[in-house]
């Protein structure tokens, strides 16, 4: 599975995990400085995963892959994972 794909399935299992799934938008401090990067955070107890399209890929993926982990484990044990997305879930899987 190449990453972009990767990406699209994490976003969909997050969605469904209940996430907010948003794309980081501008800075506060100007086009020329990045005042943040792709990341997950709590908002009025609701879990967003925010993605710097500045960002490569690999780190979308590690930043889906560890929102998951983190926070909706019993989740992931209660659905059906392909296997390209259920080994980069639990650690198993490289790069695509």
């Known amino acids: 599975m ?6 699209r399935q994490l976003v969909d299992l997050a969605e469904a995990a209940g996430f907010e799934v948003r794309p980081l938008r501008g800075s506060a401090f100007g086009e020329s400085e990045r005042a943040a990067s792709s990341g997950v955070c709590q908002v ?3 879990t967003w995963v925010l993605l710097d399209p500045a960002d ?3 780190d979308h993926i ?3 892959v560890a929102a998951l982990k983190t926070h909706a484990p019993d989740f992931l044990e209660t659905r059906y994972l392909p296997p390209a ?3 980069r879930i639990h650690g198993r899987g ?3």
């Open 62 to 64: 590690a930043v889906l």
């Open 2 to 7: 190449d990453p972009a794909e990767l990406v």
């Open 56 to 58: 490569p890929v690999e």
């Open 94 to 96: 490289g790069p695509s």
């Open 44 to 46: 009025r107890g609701s």
């Open 85 to 87: 997305l259920r080994e």
